[in-house]
């Protein structure tokens, strides 16, 4: 799955004709790397790219995954991933509502805890007093929404699967149908939200929280929305941080791959013809020097990292050494 840190976290200083200057998240820039120009790059680009633009966001992106996927194999001996450490049901069947907004309707879930959890909204009850042939149930999440269209039988419940992972703390469950509204909790929680539906008298979740998309005043009504939410430890939040420190190992390996097509390139002019034997040369260099140092100088910090992650999402076993995790 691409990582929206990875997106323009290093970016070219020149662009080409019509182009937009994008400021690099990591305050990188291609052409920091010696003997990296825009018009070397416009010169030895073997031709199965759209243009040198193209060429050089590939190459990018390439080398984020593959210092990423670095990343994520060290962390993974520590973090126990995608297991799940709560679950439950947000909201309950009642009579009792709070009043909506017209255009949107629901529940709000909140993860409430560590930089590593995240919350799955599995599925998703839907009650109403008749048929609905199109309802359409949608998740916001940040900038990304999805949408499901389900038909709805009168008097029964209707359970819809979404399997879908959250990729930020605060996410909206909601329907566009003026008739339906949140379901209030039960007596353990606020009057629209359940914190513990199922768990003893006294439960609480400790890492999920959520209120009703709502206004103020309430009357009694027969439609509304209950989502099953399951939240898990995903090392997908601490990748984005620790990025950032490894940002030169990501402008290396980038060079690498720019110079790995120099080497193989087709295309003959003075500039390819001349410069094969430095381009050669200079990747055994980084490849051997500047990348494997780029990748251990943040080291120190990983370690120190990983020790102050979330205690319910690490791997507690004989021999784990934090002191010496790198990639």
């Known amino acids: 799955m691409e990582l929206a840190c990875m997106a323009g976290f290093i970016t070219p200083r020149t662009v080409c004709a019509g ?47 593959m210092i990423v996927d ?27 509502y709070l009043a909506g907004v017209a255009t949107k309707v629901g529940v709000r879930v909140r993860t409430d805890g560590g930089a590593m959890l995240r919350s799955i909204i599995s599925r998703v009850w839907i009650w109403s007093e008749d048929d609905i042939a199109d309802l359409v149930v949608k998740v916001k999440d940040g900038p990304n929404e999805c949408e499901w269209t389900v038909s709805v039988v009168g008097g029964e419940e209707t359970e819809v699967w979404l399997n879908y992972q959250a990729k930020t703390v605060k996410v909206d469950v909601y329907v566009e149908d003026v008739r339906f509204k949140p379901r209030t ?90 410069s094969k034997e430095w381009a050669a040369a200079t990747l055994e260099m980084w490849m051997t020097i500047e990348l494997p140092r780029a990748m251990k100088d943040p080291t120190k910090y990983l370690a120190h990292f990983i020790s102050q992650l979330d205690p319910g999402c690490l791997i507690c076993g004989e021999g784990a050494n934090y002191s010496h995790a790198h990639p």
Do not use: M
Not at 20 to 37: A, C, F, Q, W
Not at 214 to 242: F, N, Q
């Open 185 to 274: 909790g039960d007596a353990q929680g606020t009057a629209y939200f359940s914190n513990c539906t199922g768990c003893s008298s006294h439960g609480r979740y400790r890492g999920i929280a959520g209120g009703g998309l709502s206004g103020e005043t309430e009357s009694a009504t027969l439609r509304g929305i209950k989502p099953e939410v399951v939240l898990i430890c995903s090392i997908d939040p601490v990748v984005c941080i620790l990025l950032k420190h490894f940002r030169f190992a990501v402008l290396w390996q980038f060079g690498c791959l720019v110079l790995q097509e120099w080497i193989a390139s087709p295309r003959t002019n003075y500039f390819t013809i001349h």
């Open 19 to 65: 182009g937009t200057y994008v400021k690099p998240k990591s305050g990188l820039h291609v052409e920091e790397l010696p003997g990296i120009s825009w018009a070397a790059l416009a010169a030895v680009e073997p031709g199965k790219y759209l243009n040198a633009q193209t060429f050089i966001d590939e190459k990018l992106e390439t080398a984020g995954k």
């Open 70 to 96: 670095r990343i994520r194999a060290t962390l993974s001996q520590y973090v126990e991933e995608a297991g799940p450490k709560e679950a439950g049901f947000i909201g309950t069947w009642s009579e009792d």
